[in-house]
């Protein structure tokens, strides 16, 4: 069955520019972070290192000059994604929702042979998703919670009337997180689940990987 697979996913792209280390997160309380959700720190050095390791993928690419110009906002779209992760899984606590190794794998393995192989995944969620290849997990793991919190709640989310329930689930998630972003990066915004100055809207990204839906997991 072929259908685009929709995700909370909000990888989009950016520069990957040295910031300094900040001194402040919206307050002088946060020295270094990037972010505080839930009381949990994202340091800058986390968002920087995530995005550094985008780039030594990318430069490694045919086409690294194309990938590094395309990829505009990537600090921005990867502490826009640290975030969204720890509300997802607050929002996947709430419903009573987890996700085993297991079915990590098993969708790693049903995308791969989707793409052609382990190699050609990691070309594709590189070139589309700007995820590194020591990424890759994680991000299924998303995946594989969203999809998991979409049942959980009853709904399909390849439906409009599912995906309103879903982010409203986040929604609430995220007020509940008090989210306190440094404001070099702009702030939260908890109705679309994503940094103010960083559009990507969660809910329109497409998942890295388009054609059959995986048998296992999501």
Same mark, same amino acid.
């Given at each position: 069955?072929?259908?685009?697979?929709?995700?909370?996913?909000?990888?989009? @792209?950016?520069?990957?520019?040295?910031?300094?280390?900040?001194?402040?997160?919206?307050?002088?309380?946060?020295?270094?972070?990037?972010?505080?959700?839930?009381?949990?720190?994202?340091?800058? @050095?986390?968002?920087?290192?995530? *995005? *550094?390791?985008?780039?030594? *993928?990318?430069?490694?690419?045919?086409?690294?000059?194309?990938?590094?110009?395309?990829?505009?906002?990537?600090?921005?779209?990867?502490?826009?994604?640290?975030?969204?992760?720890?509300?997802?899984?607050?929002?996947?606590?709430?419903?009573?929702?987890?996700?085993?190794?297991?079915?990590?794998?098993?969708?790693?393995?049903?995308? @791969?042979?989707?793409?052609?192989?382990?190699?050609?995944?990691?070309?594709?969620?590189?070139?589309?998703?700007?995820?590194?290849?020591?990424?890759?997990?994680?991000?299924?793991?998303?995946?594989?919670?969203?999809?998991?919190?979409?049942?959980?709640?009853?709904?399909?989310?390849?439906?409009?009337?599912?995906?309103?329930?879903?982010?409203?689930?986040?929604?609430?998630?995220?007020?509940?997180?008090?989210?306190?972003?440094?404001?070099?990066?702009?702030?939260?915004?908890?109705?679309?689940?994503?940094?103010?100055?960083?559009?990507?809207?969660?809910?329109?990204?497409?998942?890295?990987?388009?054609?059959?839906?995986?048998? *296992?997991?999501?």
């Amino acid at each position: 069955m072929h259908r685009r697979r929709r995700t909370a996913l909000a990888l989009s @792209a950016a520069t990957l520019l040295a910031a300094p280390l900040l001194t402040a997160c919206g307050s002088e309380a946060h020295p270094g972070a990037a972010a505080v959700v839930g009381g949990d720190r994202i340091d800058v @050095a986390t968002v920087q290192s995530q *995005a *550094a390791d985008v780039r030594s *993928a990318q430069q490694e690419s045919e086409q690294a000059e194309e990938a590094v110009t395309k990829s505009g906002q990537l600090i921005r779209a990867k502490l826009s994604g640290l975030i969204l992760g720890k509300v997802l899984d607050r929002a996947a606590e709430d419903a009573g929702v987890s996700v085993s190794r297991k079915e990590v794998q098993q969708i790693r393995s049903a995308f @791969a042979e989707q793409s052609g192989g382990d190699e050609g995944l990691r070309t594709r969620m590189l070139d589309q998703s700007w995820v590194a290849p020591g990424q890759i997990e994680e991000t299924l793991r998303t995946e594989v919670q969203l999809q998991k919190l979409a049942q959980a709640l009853g709904v399909d989310l390849q439906s409009p009337e599912g995906m309103q329930a879903v982010g409203e689930a986040l929604t609430e998630a995220s007020k509940a997180l008090h989210i306190d972003v440094n404001p070099r990066y702009g702030s939260w915004d908890n109705q679309k689940v994503q940094l103010s100055t960083y559009k990507a809207p969660w809910i329109n990204q497409v998942t890295p990987v388009r054609g059959q839906e995986p048998e *296992a997991g999501a």
